[in-house]
């Protein structure tokens, strides 16, 4: 499995790029900007991006979002339940933070992922986990020994329930609920800040 992380736009996000090996097709998670850098590690490894994921849909993941999708063509899986943040910049944040304001178009490209749901990518199964919480239509996904877990749990953290879409309780529920029941030497990587390990968090988090 080919991983690697790029921080991302002017929020610096971790964007991750994710590759099969076997079979050279790649996804992009979370595409904050830096869009040039993201084709260019895609070109250098000899990569063809198949898909976009959004594990949720706050400015900081998504500032490279329509530029990526204009370049490339390729569809982008999201759950529905934040569809509406793409489109509006005060539910996505970006008019708060006071940085350029992102509104994305939404078109057929865009698609629609939910609990449960497997995706293919070449001989790679990412596996989508529904954790509303920070927002509404928040997901981490599993490949192999990893799990994304975007801004729902982070290293010796948790993400914030206070934004567009949050909910402290759905947020607890998710985490321990659809998280901790996970096997603890998954390696989480986050959409902020550094890699750590699903029993590390559930043994330490001291905000669960
Ligand atoms: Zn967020
Ligand atoms: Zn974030």
Not at 12 to 21: F, I, P, Q, S
Not at 82 to 97: F, H, P
Not at 168 to 191: C, H, Q, R, W, Y
Not at 196 to 208: A, F, L, Q, S
């Amino acid at each position: 499995m080919f991983l690697e992380r790029i921080p991302a736009g002017i929020y610096a996000v971790n964007c991750y790029v994710l590759g099969d090996k076997a079979t050279k097709k790649a996804a992009v998670i979370d595409p904050g900007g830096d869009v040039d850098r993201i084709m260019g590690l895609l070109k250098d490894n000899d990569l063809e991006l198949e898909y976009i994921l959004l594990t949720h849909a706050h400015v900081d993941h998504i500032g490279g979002l329509q530029e990526l999708k204009n370049r490339t063509g390729v569809p982008v899986y999201m759950h529905e339940a934040d569809l509406y943040m793409l489109m509006d910049g005060r539910a996505n944040q970006s008019v708060a933070l006071g940085g350029p304001v992102v509104e994305t178009e939404t078109d057929k490209l865009i698609k629609f992922v939910d609990d449960g749901d497997i995706l293919e990518l070449g001989e790679l199964r990412l596996s989508i986990i529904h954790t509303p919480g920070h927002t509404e239509g928040g997901i981490c996904i599993q490949v192999g020994d990893f799990i994304f877990t975007g801004d729902t749990l982070f290293s010796n953290s948790i993400g914030r329930s206070d934004l567009e879409g949050g909910n402290e309780e759905k947020l607890m529920d998710s985490i321990k609920n659809k998280l901790f029941v996970l096997d603890g030497d998954l390696k989480a990587l986050p959409g902020h800040g550094p890699a750590t390990t699903i029993g590390v968090e559930r043994d330490t988090n001291p905000y669960v």
